[in-house]
């Protein structure tokens, strides 16, 4: 029998670094098809992360980029935007918010790049597509798009507008990300490799939300953050 | 009060020119952005017939170029497959089809569209998205992408993860093409200006299943399809 295919949303970061290894790990690496996707990121530093882990994991992967859907937006995440990344985490910067999305919301992109994977997947004969959403960033409405109420939603956009052909997996939609490291230690995820500051220089900053969450789940886990 | 903002779908069709007249009339052209895509498709014409359209209305619209997301994919309606456009109903295909979907279902294209229109629009601070879906492309499945079960997750899933910022209007989901013309007839769509043809040759081909749809919509409301 034919073994099925999977993409996998791919950034270098530890989430979708995470699901890769689960992907590798169901269907065999030869049945992975990691995509990696530009989308004028002032952390575009994490493509190279992401180069490096397909090294590690001996695969190819895919790149697209959708820089130009975001043209008009002033995300603080996107290069060109006159705000800065905020230097709190995402609690405070909510408390500030008033239940609004964080300043780091890239307008609707998980939906974008969910579909933008379904496309691909369908030309690709891919059954499943992997996405890393978790608890964490779903909190108090900071992402609107990791939530599991729009991922429900989505899963199934996808699977009737793909003629029942796709089927999304979020393995981390109810987990947090000290969970994730935690699944990820098991499978042996380089994570030394990944990236994750969103401010894209030479070493992380240490103090936007996602460097602080993401130390915060390896000092859960009993260790510190390989990367550092 | 400020007026609310939309943005269209528009391909320079009959379903979606006649969106794009509704949304006029419910909004104000001043309220109105018409969103243009291209995406490899063989009848890129299409949006030389969107710009003249534009032209008629004196607004202006923004094109967006998706054509490489759909580079791995041999669906015939996209230039470059080693397919031809079937010279026939979509009723005849679909028979021949065992209820997959036709040859010219572009991958998830819809749901891309919808998407990539949803992160535009809330940089552009649109609240509503218009998308000319109607029941014949729903039909036996041809076209999942179209379907009303397909329509109600995505517009669910959009609405969520967009921070409940943007909904989308299907005004055709239960409506045929005959139907939409009267519509549009009511609104003064200027119906010789548009083009539907999948060939984009000089002139419509009158055989593909787009070219048989229209006809048949404008003698059921007892006139000739003014482009012809």
């Known amino acids: 029998m034919k073994r099925e295919k999977a993409m996998v949303l791919f950034s270098g970061g530890v989430d ?35 180069k490096n882990i397909l090294k590690h994991y001996e695969i190819d992967g895919m790149v697209m980029d959708l820089t130009p859907v975001f043209a008009e937006s002033n995300c603080s995440l996107l290069q060109g935007s006159t705000e800065e990344i905020p230097e709190s985490s995402y609690m405070e910067q909510l408390q500030e918010s008033d239940g609004n999305p964080v300043s780091t919301y890239v307008p609707f992109r998980n939906g974008l790049f969910l579909s933008t994977a379904s496309s691909i997947a369908l030309s690709k004969e891919c059954s499943y597509i992997y996405y890393g959403a978790h608890v964490d960033d779903a909190a108090g409405n900071a992402y609107p798009d990791c939530s599991e109420t729009f991922f429900n939603a989505m899963k199934e956009a996808i699977y009737e ?68």
């Open 161 to 228: 507008g793909s003629g029942k052909a796709i089927k999304i997996e979020a393995p981390f939609i109810r987990k947090n990300k000290a969970e994730i490291v935690k699944e990820g230690l098991r499978l042996g995820v380089p994570y030394e490799l990944t990236w994750s500051c969103y401010e894209g220089k030479e070493k992380p900053c240490g103090n936007c939300a996602t460097c602080i969450d993401r130390e915060k789940a390896f000092v859960e886990n009993g260790m510190v953050d390989p990367s550092l």
């Open 16 to 50: 979708s670094t995470t699901c890769l290894a689960m992907a590798i790990e169901r269907f065999g690496k030869e049945n992975v098809i990691p995509l990696s996707i530009h989308y004028g990121q002032k952390h575009e530093k994490e493509l190279e992360a992401a």
